[in-house]
């Protein structure tokens, strides 16, 4: 089984600053990683997958990069909406698909 | 638009069956994998199952191997989760998903709301 590891566990970004948010995976899921966003009573919402393709509808400000067992989600200049927890999956090798245990985004 | 609309939710006693549905609407439901993904009470992500979009294969965590079972009805557009011997660890918001592309298995692009199963005595 692949475990993710998601850091920080929290981490405190003024608006319009940057945020990195790491994910690491215990071996290589190669390039299929995907991100997901979710706010308090909503369900998770697709951000990323192939590990920096934005999915439909995502603004730009979101991006993702890395491959094997190493990857960053950045979000160029934060927004009111963005704050957030934000966790990654791998489905490289499954099963089981596993998330990362999260990284909570919280407003500085 | 995709829409997965989760229901069957409620409170169940340690041991005690429930079985979940999730009606799926806005795309063609037989082509598509679908994932049963569960959140506990102020916890992370936990994936739970997997069902290929004809049926024939199904995967399932190790935590609910043996106890819970996943179905579909193509002809409905309806996906299923039958959970046996819950336990108190089972408390969970379950979410359905569908994979990303069809006749594959991929990640979840779209989610349901969620069904909140409470097991407790």
């Known amino acids: 089984e692949i475990v993710m590891t998601q850091s920080p566990a929290t981490l405190s970004v003024s608006p319009g600053e940057r945020a990195t948010l790491s994910c690491r995976a215990s071996?290589?899921?190669?390039?299929?990683l995907a991100w997901y966003q979710q706010k308090p009573g909503q369900a998770p919402r697709l951000l990323i997958y192939?590990?920096?393709t934005r999915a439909t509808g995502v603004p730009a400000r979101f991006s993702g990069s890395g491959s094997g067992t190493e990857f960053t989600l950045t979000i160029s200049s934060l927004q009111s909406e963005d704050f957030a927890v934000y966790y990654c999956?791998?489905?490289?090798?499954?099963?089981?698909?596993?998330f990362g245990q999260g990284t909570k985004l919280e407003i500085k | 638009q995709v829409q997965l609309v989760e229901s069957g939710g409620g409170v169940v006693q340690p041991g005690r069956s429930l079985r979940l549905s999730c009606a799926a609407s806005?795309?063609?439901?037989?082509?598509?994998?679908m994932h049963w993904v569960r959140q506990a009470p102020g916890k992370g992500l936990e994936w739970v199952t997997v069902?290929?979009?004809?049926?024939?294969?199904?995967y399932y965590a190790d935590s609910v191997k043996g106890r819970f079972t996943i179905s579909r009805d193509n002809s409905k557009n309806m996906l299923f989760l039958q959970m046996n011997s819950l336990r108190a660890e089972d408390t969970a918001v379950y979410y359905c998903?569908?994979?990303?592309?069809?006749?594959?298995?991929?990640?979840?692009?779209?989610w349901g709301q969620g069904t909140l199963i409470t097991v407790s005595s």
């Open positions: 192939g590990a920096s």
């Open positions: 998903a569908r994979d990303a592309l069809d006749s594959g298995f991929y990640y979840s692009a779209f």
């Open positions: 071996q290589s899921a190669s390039s299929n």
């Open positions: 069902i290929s979009y004809d049926g024939s294969n199904k």
């Open positions: 999956q791998q489905y490289n090798n499954w099963p089981p698909y596993t």
């Open positions: 806005g795309f063609t439901f037989r082509n598509y994998a």
